[in-house]
């Protein structure tokens, strides 16, 4: 055992040599220890933010897809399914007439609104024309202008007095055509 002599003795270098150990610990491994939390936590934030730029740049990914897939679909538009204002107004107009005629529908003065390219939308001409007859005539009416071979779209429909039996109907079919020239 050691006497109380000795340990007195040894009692000032062992508080020297703690004091050593907790200074050593303050100035070395404890800003250490902060340091790596704090870089923990700064990856954390990081690998976060990295996350969320991943999931921006797949929704532009997306994005930039759709609207390439907007653009060839335009340009097919453009290419297959809409023909010149002179190859494409006077036969969808004929073929608006027809239709009429062929569902024994009567038709009133028809009104014209052209319309330019604008905005992305091709140039058209919106065609107002009151329609009078029965309901079959009707429905038969607007589902061959829905299957026409050329470019009709029914605007609008809008439901006026008849006689009993008898619809009576005014509706807004749009033609749509290219701008200029056949070349073009």
Known sequence: MIGPALRERLRRPA???????????LAFTLPRALQ??????????????????????????????TIARNGRDAERLYRELLAPRQNALLPALEEI???AEEEGIELGSETF???????????SVHVSLPVKGNYRQIVGFLSRLERS?????????????????????????????QEGSAGA
């Open 113 to 123: 609104a052209p319309s330019s390219a604008q905005g992305g939308r091709p140039a």
């Open 15 to 25: 508080f020297v040599l703690l004091a050593l150990n907790v200074a050593a610990f």
């Open 149 to 177: 071979k050329h470019f009709l779209v029914v605007e609008s429909l809008t439901l006026g007095a008849a006689q009993p039996g008898e619809a009576s109907l005014g509706v807004t079919v749009s033609a749509y055509f």
């Open 97 to 99: 007439h027809a239709a």
């Open 36 to 65: 790596v939390q704090n870089l923990n936590r700064r990856v954390a934030s990081l690998r976060a933010e990295a996350d969320r730029e991943r999931a921006q740049v797949e929704a532009l990914k997306q994005r930039a897809d």
